[in-house]
């Protein structure tokens, strides 16, 4: 089955914890991409990577950390240094038919207690 | 930086035309995209405007007028099923950085 997986869907923390969130892709596709979703808003950038053993952070990445390891693998670790990580965490893949698609997966929503 | 303008929330009936705005503040333009989520789900893609004009696909249109720094997306025939919101979406200069807007939520009435 071919596509981008995303897991646990959802996930219970205590504050003070870090949390990692997986990505995986068979796609075979080079930029993957991490964003967060707050109730109602729109989604915020938190990393990129473009290639792998590379990353940029995005618009919002103080409290979060990412590696890029292999192509098909891109965890997010939200740290306890993220003041609000309760939100809807979407990992993408930029689709093959141009830079303005993005493939999402279907999200981990992550509840800090 | 880059920032995205978006209605709020649109409502329409069942069969109606609606459109969608989107102004956008870039430095470095390289084309407009619309995205649909429905609640609880993942964004899904609908559209890619690069160069001005109109795109069709289906039910759906896309529009851009970069002179204007302007797009809207054109639903027509609307269906109960395309109640969800909606977010357009550019790429942020010669990288390969998406930014989205707040999105439009539309509510489609019987």
């Known amino acids: 089955d071919g596509g981008i997986t995303q897991s646990p869907k959802y996930l219970f923390r205590k504050e003070g914890q870090n949390v990692t969130l997986s990505c995986e892709q068979n796609?075979?596709?080079?930029?993957m991409y991490w964003y967060r979703q707050d109730p109602g808003q729109g989604l915020r950038l938190i990393y990129y990577s473009q290639i792998v053993n590379d990353f940029q952070k995005g618009d919002i990445a103080e409290g979060y950390s990412v590696s890029r390891e292999k192509k098909e693998s891109f965890p997010l670790t939200v740290t306890s240094a993220q003041k609000n990580p309760t939100a809807f965490y979407l990992c993408?893949?930029?689709?093959?038919?141009?830079?303005?698609?993005?493939?999402f997966g279907e999200g981990s929503r992550l509840t800090v207690l | 930086g880059q920032s995205l303008e978006q209605p709020s929330e649109v409502t329409a009936v069942e069969g109606a035309i609606v459109q969608i705005n989107c102004t956008y503040q870039?430095?470095?333009?390289?084309?407009l995209s619309w995205y649909q989520q429905h609640d609880g789900g993942a964004p899904t893609f609908l559209s890619y405007?690069?160069?001005?004009g109109l795109e069709e696909t289906g039910r759906f249109s896309s529009f851009l007028s970069r002179s204007d720094s302007y797009g809207y997306l054109l639903l027509q025939e609307l269906q109960m099923k395309d109640s969800a919101s909606y977010f357009c979406a550019v790429r942020a200069g010669d990288t390969d950085k998406l930014i989205f807007g707040t999105g439009t939520r539309l509510q489609v009435f019987p």
């Open positions: 796609l075979n596709h080079d930029a």
């Open positions: 870039t430095s470095g333009f390289y084309g």
């Open positions: 993408a893949l930029r689709g093959g038919t141009g830079p303005g698609e993005l493939f």
């Open positions: 405007n690069a160069l001005d």
